[in-house]
């Protein structure tokens, strides 16, 4: 079946630092992956998208780019800010059938 | 334009009791899906529900209902109650069933079962 994994988190990085969230993905057919961001108190919002092999999604300073040969779709920011702690989702949509999701990530940045 | 609206925000039930939850979509969305979010387990998709009818279902025990209504905002039930319910409830509306890429989310309702 279709499947997303994640590492592990927390992440705990200080302000500036460069972060990774890992994101692997198992799926039929050609899936669209996502990464969805969910803030404290509040519901999930769309980060970035790709929809193809080798797509590069952006948004905010993060990236992260459709790896078809090692099935990946990891997360990266070159400089992170304290404001950008919250829990990061990976997510994948095969025919734009329902979104599966990861077990997510929190992100942890102090100054 | 307005988000998604969840309602309530919190919840507190006991085991054995039911619980319905309300969310209204954005206006003009007609496709309305419902997740459970736990620690462990992240986000698990319940159903999907496009004008008025229940499009997609994930695997979920019979205990959890949902129904949609013709201004498309959507209700979903819990019944008999268990602890392992406890939960954080997201709703998320769409334009049209086939755009995951277009979910946008509520705040979610947070329901605990004592």
């Known amino acids: 079946g279709n499947s997303v994994t994640q590492m592990e988190g927390p992440v705990t990085l200080s302000e500036e630092a460069f972060l990774t969230i890992n994101c692997t993905y198992t799926?039929?057919?050609?899936?669209?992956l996502f990464w969805y961001v969910q803030y404290p108190g509040e519901g999930l919002q769309l980060l970035l998208k790709?929809?193809?092999?080798?797509d590069k999604g952006s948004n905010k300073g993060f990236e992260a780019t459709y790896r078809k040969e090692t099935t990946s779709f990891h997360l990266e920011k070159g400089s992170v800010q304290v404001s950008d702690s919250a829990v990061y989702f990976c997510?994948?949509?095969?025919?734009?059938?329902?979104?599966?999701f990861g077990t997510g990530t929190r992100l942890q940045v102090f100054p | 334009k307005a988000g998604v609206t969840q309602t309530p925000r919190y919840l507190i039930k006991t085991r054995g009791q039911q619980v319905t939850l309300s969310c209204s979509p954005i206006?003009?969305?007609?496709?309305v899906s419902w997740y459970q979010q736990t620690p462990g387990q992240g986000l698990q998709f319940l159903f999907e529900?496009?004008?008025?009818?229940?499009?997609n279902k994930g695997n979920f025990p019979g205990r959890f209902s949902g129904r949609q209504f013709s201004n498309s905002r959507s209700e979903m039930n819990v019944s008999t109650l268990e602890l392992g319910d406890s939960a954080l409830y997201l709703c998320?509306?769409?334009?049209?069933?086939?755009?995951?890429?277009?979910?946008?989310f509520g705040s979610g309702t947070q329901l605990s079962v004592l």
């Open positions: 998320a509306s769409s334009p049209r069933a086939d755009l995951a890429e277009k979910l946008f």
């Open positions: 799926a039929t057919g050609y899936p669209s």
């Open positions: 790709a929809t193809k092999a080798d």
């Open positions: 997510a994948l949509s095969v025919q734009a059938d329902k979104l599966i």
């Open positions: 206006s003009g969305h007609r496709s």
């Open positions: 529900y496009f004008s008025e009818t229940q499009r």
